[in-house]
């Protein structure tokens, strides 16, 4: 079974520069996450979706990032203008019905806002 | 509101040796989940145990063992005959199971086996 895809896997940019992120997850998985993981921190929630609907995005910076999921299966996370605080890695997760099943994650992309 | 606290910013056990990371939650939930995930140094989120909130036994997997007291609402990993691959920061996570299956994490614990 094919894990979860994320694309790049890293990126460089300006400072007031945008960027878009891709996620491919889990064939069948209803449940999407994306998190930030700040260096040397837990990963923090920004929006989960179940199949294209939002759950949850209360923690995600909405006047400079947006996300969507298409059709219910991929997703990008897109932010606009970037911020140098926004320096972190972006994780993707998917997780199948049930509620004792694990989040499978991808490699992430690791973002450097210079 | 949703909570799990890592106290352990960082840990250190002798190969083959026993060690327990600590976790505890917060929450109003009465259905959730907690789970444990590794992450060595090139990046990638492993699962490694789940324990239900309405589980009976602690969870166990290989050398993983969840040491799971509700009440005190706490979710410790224990790993025995500790490896120096077992070297890597270990996220608590918990997942509601009543909301919309929010899933937050904990600021993890950096282990290192010596050898």
């Known amino acids: 079974e094919a894990g979860v895809a994320q694309s790049p896997r890293y990126k460089i940019i300006e400072k007031r520069q945008s960027v878009a992120f891709w996620c491919n997850p889990i064939s069948g998985h209803a449940t999407l996450y994306w998190y930030q993981q700040i260096l040397g921190q837990g990963p923090k929630l920004l929006i989960q979706?179940?199949?294209?609907?939002?759950?949850?995005d209360s923690q995600l910076p909405k006047d400079r990032f947006s996300a969507e999921r298409l059709k219910g299966v991929d997703s990008t996370l897109k932010i606009q203008p970037a911020k140098l605080e926004d320096s972190a890695v972006y994780l993707c997760?998917?997780?199948?019905?049930?509620?004792?099943?694990?989040?499978?994650f991808g490699q992430g992309t690791r973002l450097t806002v210079v | 509101a949703q909570k799990i606290t890592q106290t352990q910013p960082g840990m250190f056990v002798q190969e083959k040796e026993a060690v327990t990371l600590d976790c505890t939650y917060d929450?109003?939930?009465?259905?959730?989940?907690l789970f444990w995930y590794k992450q060595p140094s090139s990046g990638e989120m492993i699962f490694l145990i789940y324990q239900g909130s309405y589980d009976q036994q602690n969870a166990t997997e290989g050398r993983y063992s969840l040491n799971f007291q509700k009440a005190r609402k706490s979710a410790n990993l224990v790993i025995s005959a500790s490896q120096l691959g077992d070297s890597a920061m270990y996220f608590c996570?918990?997942?509601?199971?009543?909301?919309?299956?929010?899933?937050?994490f904990g600021a993890g614990t950096r282990l290192f086996v010596k050898a």
């Open positions: 979706f179940q199949n294209n609907g939002v759950v949850d």
């Open positions: 996570a918990m997942r509601d199971n009543t909301g919309g299956f929010k899933t937050i």
């Open positions: 929450t109003s939930d009465p259905s959730y989940g």
């Open positions: 997760a998917s997780r199948s019905q049930g509620l004792n099943t694990e989040a499978f």
